[in-house]
């Protein structure tokens, strides 16, 4: 009898160790224990200052709720993406967040992390639906272009508009979603139409630069008369840009998906003696394009705010972590709230750009 009481003891010690080291987050947050939560970040790149500010941002936000923070860099590597994810997931973290370099080949590992009972929640690039994420956070890229594209055809109203267009990548989404909302924006400005006119005048605008290498509407007074991809950076833009501002000496205006591509383009313009055309970018908010916005220089840009992207990013982490929301209480797709950053508003602003 005694040596059965003794095998019962012991048996429950090892159910009260196991119950102790299995402890989920849930539990952490029942008892208050939100202090130990460990997340990590699983970030593409740091080529660039969006991405600098974004894990910047997540690090302030993060420390702010006492998390332990771990980010790791891919160097747009996709193997070593998935590794990182991977090694998230064999530190038991309470939750991770990635910005994949490519929609699909992220999707594994996501779904690895899910199958161990971790939430991934992604920020600024999107993935495939079939990665079982929380949700996708990012700025509002369609509306950003539109409201830009509305602030400038307000500027512009009956008089003509010749413009090139600087892309990022070609089969990029995002860049297709900004340019596409510019488009709608001018258009929908300039003809007085709806916003589903616009949205359908648009997308014929962009099917008709695909096949082309140009575009127009006649009626808007709007052409695109060359589109250039400057891969998003500064010195890819200028490249870009040079040949198409040499071959059109009466452009009125320079379009863009981002604004370190319009920088090259501003350079550009000074080489060719050209001073007197408007930078038009359909998102970003680097406070340098800000500055130039204030000096008058620069027309507008989308706000794409990293600290906005990342303050959204914690506060649904939080929710998940400490609230006990799940997955299913989250849109695949969550945005930031678009605007145009203007002269008469660029001050609003200011704060959240990088």
Same mark, same amino acid.
């Given at each position: 009898m005694k040596k059965n009481m003794f095998i019962i003891a012991a048996l429950l010690s090892v159910m009260l160790v196991f119950a102790a080291c299995g402890k989920s987050s849930d539990s952490k947050a029942e008892n208050g224990d939100t202090d130990s939560f460990k997340v990590g970040f699983a970030i593409k790149t740091q080529d660039s200052p969006y991405f600098v500010s974004l894990v910047d941002a997540m690090k302030e936000y993060a420390k702010e709720e006492g998390w332990k923070l771990t980010v790791l860099d891919a160097n747009g590597d996709t193997a070593k993406e998935t590794e990182n994810i991977e090694t998230f997931i064999a530190q038991g973290m309470d939750l991770i967040y990635v910005d994949a370099i490519e929609p699909d080949s992220v999707v594994? %590992?996501?779904?690895?992390?899910?199958?161990?009972?971790?939430?991934?929640?992604?920020?600024?690039?999107?993935?495939?639906?079939?990665?079982?994420?929380?949700?996708?956070?990012?700025?509002?890229?369609?509306?950003?272009?539109?409201?830009?594209? !509305?602030?400038?055809?307000?500027?512009?109203?009956?008089?003509?508009?010749?413009?090139?267009? !600087?892309?990022?990548?070609?089969?990029?989404?995002?860049?297709?979603?900004?340019?596409?909302?510019?488009?709608?924006?001018?258009?929908?400005?300039?003809?007085?139409?709806?916003?589903?006119?616009?949205?359908?005048?648009?997308?014929?605008?962009?099917?008709?630069?695909?096949?082309?290498?140009?575009? %127009?509407?006649?009626?808007?007074?709007?052409?695109?008369?060359?589109?250039?991809?400057?891969?998003?950076?500064?010195?890819?833009?200028?490249?870009?840009?040079?040949?198409?501002?040499?071959?059109?000496?009466?452009?009125?205006?320079?379009?863009?998906?981002?604004?370190?591509?319009?920088?090259?383009?501003?350079?550009?313009?000074?080489?060719?003696?050209?001073?007197?055309?408007?930078?038009?970018?359909?998102a970003d908010g680097a406070k340098e394009a800000y500055d130039l916005i204030k000096e008058g220089l620069y027309f507008a840009t989308g706000e794409n705010s990293p600290y906005k992207v990342a303050q959204l990013g914690i506060q649904i982490g939080k929710e998940i972590l400490v609230d006990g929301k799940e997955s299913k209480d989250y849109d695949k797709i969550t945005l930031t709230k678009p605007a145009a950053v203007t002269k008469d508003n660029v001050d609003e602003y200011y704060e959240f750009g990088f």
């Open positions: 594994s %590992s996501i779904n690895k992390a899910a199958e161990a009972g971790i939430g991934v929640i992604n920020l600024d690039s999107g993935v495939s639906d079939e990665a079982e994420s929380i949700t996708t956070i990012y700025s509002d890229n369609l509306q950003n272009g539109r409201l830009v594209g !509305l602030a400038y055809a307000e500027k512009m109203s009956d008089e003509e508009v010749v413009s090139i267009i !600087l892309s990022g990548a070609k089969g990029n989404v995002a860049g297709e979603e900004r340019r596409t909302g510019l488009f709608a924006g001018i258009l929908e400005g300039k003809l007085g139409v709806s916003e589903d006119e616009a949205w359908k005048l648009a997308a014929d605008l962009e099917k008709q630069l695909t096949n082309e290498g140009k575009a %127009s509407n006649k009626e808007a007074k709007f052409s695109i008369v060359g589109q250039g991809w400057g891969a998003w950076t500064e010195q890819e833009g200028l490249k870009a840009a040079e040949d198409l501002i040499t071959a059109n000496p009466n452009l009125t205006t320079v379009l863009g998906e981002n604004d370190q591509m319009l920088f090259g383009a501003m350079t550009a313009l000074k080489n060719a003696g050209n001073d007197n055309v408007d930078i038009v970018a359909a």
